[in-house]
Every structure is written in C-alpha cells, then in structure tokens.
C-alpha cells in the first residue's frame, strides 16, 4: 500500500523525460526541475522505477530484504550525486547503472558471486526445439490441411475476457502461480518485459543476453502462460457443460 | 519472389512462404516483436487473413500480456519511500526556500 501520492499538480512527465536521451531538451528539463527541488518529480521517478528495480536487484541478491536495501541506497546516491550527473546518458540509464553496481557489490558479499546469465545455462527448451503447443491440437502432415488445429484443438474464445472484471482475479492468481513455475530464465524475461515494461533493449542490457535469445525465452514463457489461462477457461465451460 | 503482400491467395504455388497454424504459434513472438524478416512477416499476415483460430491465440497471448501488466509488484516501504523524499527535500531545497542555508 502506498501513501498518499505526490502529484501536487504536476504532470506525469517526469517518468517519461527520464528515460530520454543525455543532451535532450525534456532531459535538461527534468534535470533542471529535481535539482530545483521538485519533490513531486522526483516522487514520481520514486514510484515509477522502485518495483523494476527492487525485481532487477533480485538478479543478483537473494532477499528481497536485501533488494530494498540496495535500492534504498541507489536512491541515496542518486539524490547526492544528482548535482555531479553529467547527463551524457539517459538519467533512467545511469540510475540503473549505479543500481547495478550496488546490486552487484552486495552480491558478492553474499557471495552470489556467479553473473546471471551464466547462473542457469540453459533451463529446459531455451534452443526453442521443443513446441510451445501441444502437438496434439495440430493434424498431422498427411491431413488434408497438414498441421492446422483440429476442431477439439483450436484456441476457445476466452469468455468473459481475462480484464473482465468477474476474471481479473482468478486470472492474477494463475498468472502468478504459472509464473512461478516457469524456468528462472523464462520468468525472469516475462517479469521484466510484461510485468515491468522494460523494452527488449532494456532487457538485453539488464541481462546480458542477446536479441534472439531474450525473444525465444520470452516466446516460450509467454506461450506457456497463455496455455494456462486457456486451461482456467476450457475448465469453465466443461463446468458449464456438465452442470446441466 | 512475389511482392503481393496484400493479396490472398490460399492456394499459392510455392512462389512464397506459407504458414500452417502450428508453425505460426512458433512465430508469434517474433511476429508481434516485429522481429521476423520481411517475406514471412509477410506469409504470417496472410496466414491470419485466413485463419480465425490463429488470430483468437495471437489476440490471447496479447491478452496474457496485458493481463501481466495488471500484477502487482512489490515496490518499497512507505516509510523508506517517505524517507527517501525527505532527504531529496534536504540536499534539493526548492530555490527560496528558507529549509536550507546558502552553500
């Protein structure tokens, strides 16, 4: 639960200003504004950019405890050094940098000392050989329509919708529990692109993985999610159809 | 290769890529990633013309998506968040204000 947002009437621009090129004109703005003082600016960055950070922390600390202690203390250095930022990148860029850094310090004293994208070579079907649907939902190659669905097989309208607000809650639950199950490397690319919204640049960099790869990972986290979205739903109209 | 992009034609004679649905469920995320090159981006598009089942996935796993961007990720503590701001009202006193003295 948050406390009282600090809008103070401003617009949310700051977020967005943030994440613009060094040398920018919003970037000098934004700048110009936090070294002014504007708390509601700032509180807007605060809130905006905590929840990644707190996930990217993760990467490499084993606590959240100590996630938000490392992050704490990002914005610690970032308030003191804001002065010296000499904008050459992305103020988004460099606050993560030094998050990075930290996170990084802080893994070592744990010794957690092995890098990410390392850490788990590759968890099971990362090649992408392995389908993400079941091969069974598709005729065979001597059909008459070879690897097409089969009427059993093809995708059921998911009804009401999973933003409807009577799904919201179940679908939440089951995207977090299929999550949860998903291989480290999977879940984590979906949480940062999806849950997060960091663009497929910003992964890569975070991660240290290639474009191809952080596509084949997300493909397959993503496919196996929707998969368990459409079981909660094919189990409600088998409900609907024998309660009758 | 022909350049007909906008034109259906279910019955083409090998003069471009085809797209059957399972090959299309490998591809979607590089489709919606625009990631795929120009001639079987073009194929998956005249895939979807024709194949409802394979829009309905494409529009659930855009579904899927969207529904993750509604969960709620941990972010800081009230308390540390508040704290934070009070030490950036401290060393970023708004220009004026009598908080803090002159460097």
């Excluded at chain 1, 509180?43 to 990217?56: F, G, K, N, T, Y």
């Excluded at chain 1, 004293?109 to 092995?114: G, Y």
């Excluded at chain 1, 991660?207 to 979205?229: F, M, T, V």
């Excluded at chain 2, 709620?72 to 968040?81: D, E, F, G, H, Y």
Aim: charged fraction near 25%.
């Amino acid at each position: 639960m948050r406390d009282r947002p600090e809008q103070e009437g401003a617009a949310p621009t700051a977020v967005l200003a943030a994440a613009e090129p060094g040398g920018s004109a919003a970037q000098v703005e934004v700048l110009a504004r936090l070294g002014n003082g504007d708390r509601a600016a700032f509180a807007e960055i605060v809130d905006a950019w905590s929840p990644v950070m707190l996930r990217v922390a993760l990467l490499y600390v084993s606590t959240q405890a100590t996630a938000e202690e490392v992050v704490q203390e990002t914005w610690l250095a970032v308030i003191r050094s804001l002065g010296r930022f000499e904008g050459r990148s992305s103020l988004k860029t460099w606050v993560f940098r030094i998050l990075e850094n930290r996170s990084r310090t802080r893994g070592r004293q744990e010794a957690r000392t092995v890098p990410w994208s390392s850490a788990f070579p590759s968890d099971d079907g990362e090649t992408g050989a392995e389908p993400t649907v079941d091969p069974r939902r598709f005729r065979g190659t001597d059909d008459a329509y070879p690897c097409h669905w089969t009427p059993d097989g093809m995708p059921v309208a998911w009804q009401p919708p999973p933003e409807d607000a009577v799904m919201a809650a179940e679908v939440r639950r089951q995207l977090r529990a299929a999550l949860d199950e998903l291989p480290v490397r999977q879940r984590t690319v979906v949480e940062l692109r999806d849950v997060h919204g960091l663009t497929s640049e910003e992964v890569c960099e975070r991660l240290g993985i290639s474009p191809a790869n952080q596509r084949i990972l997300l493909h397959r986290g993503r496919a196996r999610l929707r998969a368990g979205l459409d079981e909660v739903y094919r189990g409600r109209s088998r409900e609907g159809s024998t309660g009758g | 290769m022909v350049e007909q992009p906008d034109r259906v034609e279910p019955d083409v004679d090998g003069a471009w890529f085809e797209v059957a649905c399972q090959e299309f469920v490998e591809l979607v995320t590089d489709y919606l990633e625009g990631a795929l090159p120009p001639p079987v981006e073009r194929a998956v598009a005249t895939h979807l013309a024709l194949c409802d089942p394979c829009v309905r996935y494409l529009d659930q796993i855009r579904r899927t998506t969207a529904a993750l961007g509604t969960l709620p990720a941990p972010t800081l503590a009230p308390a540390v968040r508040a704290e934070l701001l009070d030490v950036f009202d401290r060393l970023h006193p708004r220009p004026g204000d009598g908080r803090a003295g002159s460097p």
